[in-house]
């Protein structure tokens, strides 16, 4: 069955204490992002991935690392979570774009997490 | 920089009738597409429609349709005869390149 598999699916952690949020998709899919999403801002895009070793930042970066060495996982890491990361977080992948071939993103089931 | 405005925070329909959700965007490309993904209470992201902005014919989805005025940068859906499965959070994306996302339209459907 294609998917996208992230853990841990909750996560209650304490401020500074680093932790990473795995992510990993069996369709063979060139891009993978990451996203949270928060009440009345929709999702925003952290960071995406076009390919291995590939890695750019998306809108809200600040606080988050990723690292892309396989080309089915992109792990999130928030090497000091602060308050302000209490969010849901959701890890997709897709084919890249073409111009012409319609490729939708495949989400992960989510992550919630919370910065006590 | 491309943006998606969804200007309805919130909705309602009745079972069985009919509900139009807005999205309107801005992007100087040609080449793009537009999708609706749905999210359930689940919080699950589940695909609904998908548009190529090449293509002029709308797309159609069984219940689900989007109207796409490429020259006035807008792309509704169409939710005909409702049902309570409809309920969720709606979201419209662009791609070209990456994926921007709305902030969403909250969806309730009255029995």
């Known amino acids: 069955e294609a998917q996208v598999t992230q853990n841990p699916r909750y996560l209650i952690t304490v401020t500074g204490k680093k932790l990473t949020v795995t992510c990993s998709q069996n369709?063979?899919?060139?891009?993978m992002s990451w996203y949270r999403q928060d009440p009345g801002l929709g999702l925003r895009q952290i960071y995406y991935?076009?390919?291995?070793?590939?890695?750019d930042k998306g809108d809200v970066p600040e606080g988050y690392k990723v690292s892309r060495k396989e080309k089915r996982n992109f792990p999130l890491i928030l090497e000091s979570p602060s308050p302000n990361q209490t969010s849901l977080y959701f890890c997709?992948?897709?084919?890249?774009?073409?111009?012409?071939?319609?490729?939708?993103?495949?989400f992960g089931p989510g992550t919630r997490l919370t910065v006590l | 920089a491309q943006t998606v405005t969804q200007s309805q925070p919130e909705m309602s329909v009745q079972e069985a009738e009919t509900v139009t959700l807005s999205c309107t965007y801005d992007?100087?490309?040609?080449?793009?597409?537009l999708f609706w993904y749905k999210q359930p209470p689940s919080r699950q992201m589940i695909l609904v429609i998908r548009?190529?902005?090449?293509?002029?014919q709308n797309a159609t989805e069984n219940r689900f349709s989007v109207n796409f005025q490429k020259a006035a940068k807008s792309f509704s859906l169409k939710i005909s005869d409702s049902q309570l499965g409809d309920a969720a959070m709606y979201f419209c994306?662009?791609?070209?390149?990456?994926?921007?996302f709305g902030t969403g339209t909250r969806l309730k459907v009255l029995a």
């Open positions: 548009q190529e902005a090449y293509k002029q």
């Open positions: 992007t100087s490309e040609s080449d793009y597409y």
């Open positions: 991935s076009m390919n291995v070793e590939v890695t």
């Open positions: 997709a992948s897709s084919t890249p774009f073409t111009g012409r071939l319609v490729n939708e993103q495949f």
């Open positions: 369709m063979n899919h060139e891009y």
């Open positions: 994306a662009y791609r070209r390149g990456g994926y921007i």
